[in-house]
């Protein structure tokens, strides 16, 4: 058992309206613009997706530990990925790396259906609840190797990878949709990584970059525990 598992409930306290507004102007300070990508933010409690013994920085603009070794995405990186997708209300998107969940609920804010893949089940069902409290239903989450996609969902309108890749996984690109964009940082871990932009048009696939960045490393396969 980890405090993960505490009942949650997904209805934002005074607390954290409070706190979401100054994050919200945080944001905004750091570039972000899209009022659809500030309003989605505004509404999730980004403490749920956080251990008790986080709490206390839920709202800064950091990235923090969750369980597996791995990381929630500082906001202002999960903003400007979600602003560089340009999520539309009838796209499907597929993320790879639900980690805590934190980033497809924000996506689940703005697209019809959001599929998300992670390799550690653990990480999965505490997500699997967040969504549960936060009343999402447009979510799918499943166990798998995110260098595969989700083939039966395929093709998707936005592809997001929240941890870094050493090469574009040719798998996923073949699974975005014409007219598609996908976000994937890439590059070694440990190192700073590019956070690159890849849009489908007319066939042809367009690369530009947008940012250094610096994410957990994706990894072949399911994790055999946890
Ligand atoms: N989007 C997350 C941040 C995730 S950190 C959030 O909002 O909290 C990156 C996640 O990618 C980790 O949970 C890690 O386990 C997962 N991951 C790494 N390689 C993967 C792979 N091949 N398939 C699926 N998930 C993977």
């Known amino acids: ?78 903003a400007m990925m979600t602003e560089a997708l340009d999520v539309q209300p009838h796209h499907r998107v597929l993320e790879v790396g639900t980690g805590s969940g934190y980033q497809a609920a924000v996506l689940a804010r703005l697209a019809r259906e959001v599929y998300t893949v992670e390799r550690y089940r653990s990480l999965k069902r505490y997500a699997e609840d967040r969504f549960n409290a936060l009343k999402l239903e447009n979510v799918e989450t499943r166990i798998g190797d995110g260098f595969e996609g ?11 990878v929240t941890a870094a890749a050493e090469e574009i996984p040719e798998s996923l690109v073949a699974q975005l949709a014409e007219g598609g964009v996908m976000v994937i940082p890439v590059g070694a871990s440990g190192t700073v990584q590019d956070l690159v ?11 530009s970059s947008l940012c250094a960045v610096r994410f957990v490393p994706m990894v072949h396969g399911v994790a055999e525990r946890l």
């Open 1 to 78: 058992m980890t405090d993960s598992e505490d009942h949650l409930d997904g209805e934002p306290t005074e607390a954290d309206r409070i706190a979401l507004a100054e994050l919200i102007l945080k944001l905004r300070a750091n570039g972000v613009r899209d009022r659809r990508v500030l309003g989605a933010i505004e509404g999730i409690p980004r403490r749920l997706f956080l251990s008790s013994r986080h709490q206390a920085l839920a709202y800064a603009d950091r990235a923090m530990p969750i369980d597996c070794g791995q990381t929630i995405s500082q906001p202002t990186i999960v």
């Open 150 to 160: 989700w083939p039966e969902q395929a093709p998707f309108d936005r592809i997001v």
């Open 197 to 207: 932009k890849l849009t489908r048009a007319n066939g042809q696939v367009e690369r």
